[in-house]
């Protein structure tokens, strides 16, 4: 998951076409593999991958900002040539993005985990971040919630807990 623009983003961002947008949410159904072909249906090939996800005003107006600077007929949202983006050259993009901005860089999945965390200190339920992450099993989620509190917040609690 990716937060742009006050929006929670899947990793299957440069998978999405312009089609999969539905009012205010954004299904999401198919992904690219390792050698750049749209397979559609979702890893794991489970119900659980399959899913729609809502869009914030703020994400619905990014999104109409990238689609007046595109063709009309381009059917991905993220893409190069006529083909969606392969994982390795979105998180290339991803890092000069970050560059040019003087951020830290995280791969795509590193900002699935990341993102997921803070959502989770903010208040998300673990079952709807299950939900939005596509996931079969709650433990699949916790597993991206393990270390989000420093030794130092957790030392803190103890002491408060404690004494």
Known sequence: MIHIGGYLIDIRIKDLKWSDIDGDSIRIQR???????????????????????????????????????????????????????????????????????????RSSHKLRFSTASIMYKNGMEDTELQKLLGHTTLSMTQHYLCNITSNEETASKMAAILG
Do not use: H
Request: glycine share 6%; aromatic share 8%.
């Open 31 to 105: 992904f690219v593999d390792d050698k750049n072909r749209v397979i559609n249906s979702i890893k794991g090939n489970t119900a659980d991958g399959i899913r729609s996800m809502p869009l914030t005003p703020a994400t619905k107006a990014i999104l109409s900002r990238i689609r007046k600077l595109q063709p009309d007929n381009q059917e991905f949202i993220f893409y190069r040539g006529d083909s969606p983006l392969a994982t390795v050259t979105f998180n290339r993009r991803l890092k000069k993005c970050c560059e040019d901005l003087g951020i830290e860089y």
